[in-house]
Every structure is written in structure tokens, then in C-alpha cells.
């Protein structure tokens, strides 16, 4: 195909790893504007969902059916006094909101949202081909091959901005904050990990695009592991500080908890940082459990190689949006989640990590790994259902702590007197 005139002066060629840069580069930018939007208006989406589920109005003043409020929302943080309260360690004060915004911004850069599409006709079309060239690409920010292992790195350095703003806040609410905040988020990091290594067996790989590629070859691992992707789904919600997991800012219990001496767009930070956290880690459960682009939980019904019939276009917009529908539905279940059940009591949450959910997940790992060198993969539901019935079947007998919640008896009160029995009971 011979070069449109106006690139007759300026010979460029781009090789098909250049032309993927481009694509990754135009991808990032997309999705990070696309994100940031999407954290504002998850807020009118929470404070709706909520408002249904209370049988309130909920936000309808801003704009049509109060579609504005996000906007409004935004304006009032800008126009809030930038207050730094004194005796605050002025530079970690300043950096802390940076500290967890900053990780939650670039952990996503590593999920697919898309399969290889061919743009050959498109580059060719720009004059910028090689000769005989073939030029596939994908919709991800960083086709990288430990992608995984990037994101729990990285979304683990969360934890610093959430310590950061409780100690150099001079406020002892803010410091028993961040000091719960660092405890969970250490505890919770254990079972998510093994949940993941549990996937990462299950496909061989750490590379995101094989574990998407595996779950199409065969069944989403939401259905051949129903345990791991329930305590990866637990954990995510306590890494975000999402209720019923919020210990660290409990309004009931420590005012506002590390963020309590924050104002203005510091404040506005630390909540963004919360729904980009929840966000990202949606994208990254429907790429671990959902099969990311792929509709069919079983087995590919739907065929996907139709990569070369020249609507590029067509398919890479459809597999992302699949993605974004599947993130949408999460992030919509974790608010939902947060009005419907109760907030843990800080024993209790660490109860669970401890002694609930880390015992779990080293046992699913342990049968996980036994089905695979069985190779029983294709039924590896049945290592879930195996997993569940040691676990019922042991806890019986497993050493038990005093029950914190045991009614304490109190002299004279008629609540302490043995329990009458019969026709005597008054």
C-alpha cells in the first residue's frame, strides 16, 4: 500500500512492539480518566444503592435525577479551608494521601481487557507498517508476565498512606487507626495471597493473559473454585477498608479514625483512594475468577477467533466492555455488602483472619495442589467441596477461646438468677 502524501517527508515505520507502546500508553490514559470518573460517580452509585435499600430518596437536587451531585461533591472539596492542624509532622501529614492514592492508581495497569485484535489494515492504512508485518495488540496497560505478582506488590503499598496519615497526625484517634488499619491489612494479605496461589496453579502461569486464556479452555474459576474466589473476595473488601472491614476509620469508635485531622482535597484523597482500591480490585477478581472478556462460564460457546475479519474496532470494544460490566456488578455488590451487614468488632475481624481464614486457605491450597498433581484440574470443584467438609468436620474439635460476648453476672440483677423451669418460670 503506497504512503498517504502527507507522510512522504517524514518516513516513519513502527515494528509491532512499537505500535503495542502506542496502544498501552493510549490505554493507560483512557482508562485512568475513565477511572477517576468512575470513582466519583461510584459515590452517587452508593449513596442511591443505599437509599434503595432504606427506602430513601437519596441524592435528586444537582442536575436530572441528581446525576450533578458527584460535581458538587468535587467543587465543595476544592473550596474547603486547607487546614493542617498543629503539632502534625507537616511532610509525612502532606504525603500520606499520595502514599494511598498512588498505588491504587497504577495497580490496574496489568489487567487485560481484551484478547489480540489485528490493526495491521489500521497501521497500514497510516503508512507506518512494515513490510509483511502483522500487527496484533491487546487492550492492557503492561503486558507483563509476573502482571500478578505486580499487583499484590503494589497494592500492598497501600497500608504506608493509611499508617502515614494516623502517626503524623499527632491524634490518638488517628494513630489507633492507622495502627488497626496496618494490622488488618497485614492479616488479610495472607489469605489472598494463597487464594491467588491457588489460581496461579490451577493455570500455570502468573500471566494474566493465561490465566484468562485458561478459564476459557475450560470453567471460570469462580465455579472450579468457589472457596478461593469467596476468601478473595473477603479480603479484597478488607484491604479497601470497605465495611464490614472499616475498622480502621469507625466512626462509633475513633471519630474518623486516620483521616480524622484531614480537610479539603487530603480528605477528598483518602476516599478516592478507597474506590479506586475497590475498582481495581473488581477488575482484577473478574480476571481471576470471571474469565475477564469471556460470557460463557463453561467451556468457549462463544467463539472469539474471529480476529482477522477486519472489525477490530468491534471486538476489542465488545471484550471491554464485558470487563467493565463485570467490574461495574462488583463494585455494585460491595456497596451493597456494606448496607447489609453489620461492622465487625476489631477481635473479631482479626479472629477471622487468624483462625478462620488463613487455616482455610493453607488447607485449599494443599488439596489444590494435590488435584493438580493427580491431574484432576477439570474436576477441581470437588477440591472446594473436599475443603469445606474437612473444615466442618474438624472445627468441632478444634481449642476454643472464652466466649468474649458471655454474659457476665451482676449482683442483684434478676438476669443472673438461674433460669426457672416448668409452671415456675415468672
Known sequence: MSRPPYLECFPLVLSPTEVQVIVSIVVLVVLLHMILGGCAY??????????WMQDRVGPNRVGPKGLLQPLADGLKFLLKEDYNPRGVDIWLFLLAPAFIMIPAMISFVIVPFSNAIDITGLVELAGVAEPGSKYLVSLVGADINIGVIY????????????????WASNNKFSFLGGLRASAQMVSYEIPMGLALLAVVLMAGSVSPFEIISQQQAGAWNILQMPVAALLFYVCMLAESNRAPFDLAEAESELIGGYHTEYSS????????????HMIAGAAFFAMLFLGGWSIDPIAGIIPWDFVNSGHFWLLGLIQAVIVLVKMGFLVAFAMAVRWTLPRFRFDQLMKLAWEGMIPTSLLMVLICSVWIFLGWQDWMFLASIATILIVFTVHPFMPRQP????????????????????????
Open 42 to 51: 461510584s459515590i452517587l452509585l452508593e449513596r442511591k444503592l443505599s437509599a
Open 151 to 166: 499487583f499484590i506488590a503494589v497494592g500492598s503499598l497501600g497500608v504506608y498512606g493509611v499508617v502515614l496519615g494516623g
Open 265 to 276: 482535597m487530603k480528605f477528598a484523597l483518602f476516599f478516592l483512594a478507597e474506590y479506586f
Open 403 to 426: 466466649d468474649p460476648n458471655r454474659r457476665i453476672k451482676i449482683i442483684g440483677s434478676r438476669y443472673s438468677l438461674p433460669r426457672a423451669h416448668g409452671n415456675d418460670a415468672r
